[in-house]
């Protein structure tokens, strides 16, 4: 295992946020930040933060990186350029829907389908992903056999599709790429607890839903 993973649970929606960090270099990405609280500030003090990554671009996932970005200048806002609209319009992040103050991001990276993103010898690869939001991604770690999967694929359950942008025939193909990857992987989604992906593909009813 090339690299560790920390959780902490932020903002209004209680999202998860999550720390991957290279063991060997101490490279550092901030995966999604519904918050900046404080205790994540601390969490990441001596690490090395080069990315803010976001799975996708609602309000509950988002509110922290302007002050997240404050903390750590050098670091890099990515999104995947279907959803980078929601970094500006509370309309599309639901910000202004949930009562929520969102401040305009820029975003340093714009995702595609197959980008990698390098941690040291840590590499995430960027799935596209679409069905909760039009630009949602998973980002796989194939060495360590990680998946950070954002609101695409939770334990049990998977995202919501009656929002802006959702559509529930792109979460399916999704979820069936997912189902589809090679071998197993801890899943990391953008809300409750994690779980495995051959766990999902036996339990979750999405998942069963695809066939064999």
Do not use: W
């Not at 806002?77 to 599309?92: E, N, P, Q, R, Y």
């Amino acid at each position: 295992m090339t690299a560790t993973v920390e959780r902490m649970v932020l903002g209004p929606v209680q999202a998860n946020t999550y720390i991957l960090t290279d063991s060997e270099t101490n490279q550092a990405a901030v995966i999604d930040a519904g918050d900046c609280p404080k205790a994540l500030l601390d969490a990441l003090r001596g690490k090395d933060v080069r990315y803010i990554l976001l799975t996708h671009g609602h309000y509950d996932h988002i509110l922290g990186v302007p002050a997240l970005k404050a903390a750590f200048p050098n670091s890099q806002i990515c999104i995947h350029a279907l959803d980078a609209d929601c970094l500006h319009d509370t309309a599309k992040s639901l910000a202004a829907a949930a009562g929520e103050q969102e401040r305009p991001i820029i975003p340093d990276r714009l995702l595609h389908e197959g980008d990698e993103i390098a941690l040291g010898k840590t590499r995430l690869t960027v799935l596209h992903t679409p069905g909760h939001t039009e630009g949602g991604v998973c980002y796989v770690d194939y060495e360590n056999r990680l998946l950070f999967s954002g609101d695409t694929l939770f334990c049990l359950t998977a995202g919501r599709t009656d929002f802006p942008g959702g559509s529930y025939e792109e979460l399916l193909a999704s979820l069936l790429r997912l189902r589809a990857l090679d071998g197993d992987f801890t899943v990391y989604p953008g809300h409750n607890r994690s779980t495995t992906l051959d766990a999902e593909r036996r339990r979750n009813r999405y998942m069963r839903r695809l066939g064999v």
